[in-house]
């Protein structure tokens, strides 16, 4: 049992097979689309990508790069209303952080509104689409419901030239926005809804981000999805279940046009994770009614705010990877997500130590002008990270949390009268507590043990060890500590998530920090010994300006 998790846990770079993979092999197998995968990764640039995308992104990357072969990034940009170019150079930067390559140049739905305009007019010619002039609302109750078909429309057998005539005056701008539309002709009695004669376009006077003011007809997604895929040589479209029910028409589309390939469809599961949203359009919302920061502020789900709160581009991909492909809907434990994280920082980065509640100790019987430095290892087992110089001075600062007037035994840090050691220094003893007018400790006063550096003291025992900093040479920075944004595991669920925000999800402190942490860049990322895992911030951060953003405690605080 150990043997066989010991082999999995070593091929790093092996992805466990799913029903995804068995199809590709298969379809590899029997010599379909000559031999060749091709992928895409089709983003709405409509907001920024969320740890949803990510499982994506990992999919399609993923399968390019183990079958080596391409993927492509493809904005699905039929939608003018609401994209932007922040969006889309957010995803694009999205997905180079995460470590993928996309094939060639970024591709647009909008490269290909001439030929999708040229297939919308074969469909017409083969009278597989006509021009309704039925009004919106008609369009929409005569499509019928579940248990009623539908109502032919009074213009669905108008002759192919009198629909090509109409369409091509749609296109050259003769008709209002909504006047009309071109919808495929399939069945209007068909039990699934979609297939009831489709909307392929409709008149929209609406100012594109790549093609201007160029058209005022935009294709559907269901036309031009399917479509971008063929013209792209795609061979495996992969995407979440609830387009299942797509699926018919992405094959009536490509079935009765003149497609240069023939993609297939597959759909997984998408990724939901506990006590987080993971629709585009409710983080819109958090971001425009100013609820949280930013679309990148560290407590969105987001992959700019993960990447701001010090999450590695490994540890999501490892989580994607953690939570696999299937086809049922599941929600992700947020633990599965931080759990990647430490364990990657666990291993990669260099610890430091900051003081998150300092309180002042001196040290009475060490000299005033005495000062002197001594080493802490960057890594506990990984000498290759080198050590580091700690200024070690008379006056220091130290946790509020690890001291005590009393405690019982199993409290192993300084009590009254007790010793601890100083991590990678000397042992101390507390002798006296200086109180402010509330009772807190002000100021303690220590004695130290000069032969305690790298040696245990003579005689006794001393087993707690707890973190400090040289007053003197400490800086002071700001630290965000970050909780849940929602207090109910499954926020999307309610009518208003307003309701279920954490109003303590963010704290901003002042903390001692050992020097070397100024001279951080940006998004250097630490482990704050017994602390938890801490970035400097992308933006804020500098060495007068010291930011830090927790990005994970050492111990899950989601279970218990
Ligand atoms: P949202 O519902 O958040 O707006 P979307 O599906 O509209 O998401 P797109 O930009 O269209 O957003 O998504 C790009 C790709 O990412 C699609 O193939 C989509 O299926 C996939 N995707 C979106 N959300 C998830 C998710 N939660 N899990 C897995 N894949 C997802
Ligand atoms: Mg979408």
Redesign the pocket.
């Known amino acids: 049992m150990s043997e066989t998790n010991s082999t999995e846990k070593n091929t790093e770079n092996s992805t466990p097979t799913n029903f995804i993979r068995n199809k590709i092999n298969q379809d590899l197998a029997e010599g379909k689309n000559d031999g060749r995968v091709h992928t895409r990764?089709?983003?709405?640039p409509?907001?920024y990508?969320?740890v949803?995308?990510a499982?994506?992104i990992c999919l399609n990357f993923g399968i390019a790069e183990d079958y080596q072969a391409p993927c492509n990034l493809r904005f699905?940009d039929t939608n003018p209303a609401k994209e932007s170019e922040e969006f889309a150079r957010s995803i694009e930067d999205d997905v180079r952080w995460l470590g993928f390559k996309w094939e060639g140049e970024v591709r647009h739905s909008s490269d290909y509104f001439d030929e999708l305009y040229n297939f919308a007019e074969e469909l017409i010619y083969k009278d597989l689409a006509y021009v309704d002039e039925q009004p919106a609302e008609d369009i929409a109750k005569n499509r019928g419901n579940f248990q009623t078909p539908g109502k032919e429309s009074p213009y669905r057998n108008r002759p192919v030239e009198e629909s090509l005539e109409q369409f091509r005056k749609m296109k050259a701008g003769e008709y209002a926005d909504g006047q009309m539309v071109l919808r495929a002709k399939i069945d209007m009695s068909h039990p699934n809804m979609l297939m009831r004669d489709p909307v392929l376009y409709r008149i929209r006077r609406l100012h594109h981000i790549r093609t201007g003011d160029e058209w005022c007809i935009y294709p559907m997604y269901d036309f031009t999805h399917c479509i971008s895929d063929a013209l792209e040589g795609i061979t495996h479209s992969?995407?979440?279940l609830e387009?299942e029910v797509n699926r018919p028409l992405y094959d009536w589309v490509l079935d009765n046009i003149d497609a240069p390939a023939r993609p297939q469809q597959i759909e997984?599961s998408?990724?939901?994770l506990a006590y987080t949203i993971?629709?585009?359009?409710k983080?819109t919302q958090l971001v425009e009614s100013g609820k949280v920061d930013g679309w990148d502020d560290p407590r969105m789900p987001t992959i700019a705010g993960m990447r701001r709160r010090g999450y590695t581009p490994q540890s999501i991909r490892d989580f994607c990877k953690a939570v696999g492909i299937s086809k049922v809907n599941s929600v992700s434990d947020m633990t599965l997500l931080e759990d990647a994280v430490r364990n990657h920082l666990n291993d990669t980065v260099e610890r430091r130590m900051a003081v998150l509640d300092p309180i002042k100790v001196i040290i009475t019987n060490y000299p005033e002008e005495k000062e002197e430095t001594v080493q802490g290892k960057n890594h506990p087992k990984d000498d290759d990270m080198g050590t580091r110089d700690l200024p070690f001075t008379r006056e220091l600062y130290i946790d509020r949390a690890d001291y005590r007037e009393s405690a019982n035994k199993k409290y192993k840090r300084l009590v009254k009268d007790g010793e601890v050691r100083l991590r990678n220094a000397y042992v101390i003893r507390a002798d006296e507590a200086i109180l402010d007018e509330n009772g807190d400790v002000k100021e303690l006063h220590c004695t130290y043990d000069p032969e305690t550096l790298g040696k245990n003291p003579e005689g006794r025992k001393v087993r707690g060890v707890i973190h400090w900093v040289s007053a003197k040479y400490a800086k002071e920075a700001t630290v965000r500590l970050y909780d849940r944004l929602f207090n109910v595991p499954n926020p999307g669920a309610m009518d208003d998530f307003n309701e279920a925000l954490n109003p303590e999800s963010l704290t901003v402190i002042k903390a001692m920090v050992e020097p070397s942490v100024a001279d951080a860049e940006p998004e250097t990322r630490f482990q704050f010994e017994r602390e938890g895992y801490f970035t400097t911030d992308r933006y804020e951060h500098s060495a007068d300006n010291i930011v830090l953003n927790r990005t994970v405690t050492l111990r899950d605080s989601w279970n218990g």
Do not use: A
């Open positions: 990764f089709p983003p709405e409509n907001g990508l969320h949803g995308h499982k994506s699905d992969l995407c979440t387009f997984f998408r990724l939901n993971t629709s585009k359009r983080l």
